[in-house]
């Protein structure tokens, strides 16, 4: 609910799309996770953590070359305070 939330208020927000992932992904759909960490990734290309659930997902699918490629990512990490995103 909270992830549906956040992504009604501004579906331009990148951590809204990450936990609608990590939903997804609790719930057994790693295709729908992957397809909101890409969203993720498009609004935030620095956003490491969606890069870092990509890895994780294609390894647990046993995809390690497409995990190996996530892992490389080049990213800053990402905090939000309040709303307010800084790099």
Do not use: C, F
């Not at 997902?57 to 996530?70: M, S, V």
Request: charged share 25%.
């Amino acid at each position: 609910q909270m992830a549906g939330k956040s992504l009604q208020a501004d579906r331009r927000y990148p951590q809204g799309h990450g936990t609608l992932a990590l939903v997804l992904w609790n719930r057994k759909n790693p295709e729908g996770a992957i397809a909101a960490l890409d969203e993720a990734v498009r609004l935030d290309p620095r956003y490491a953590w969606a890069y870092g659930m990509q890895a994780w997902i294609r390894l647990n699918q046993a995809k390690y070359a497409e995990a190996l490629k996530y892992s490389e990512k080049p990213s800053t990490p990402t905090i939000t305070i309040r709303g307010a995103t800084r790099y």
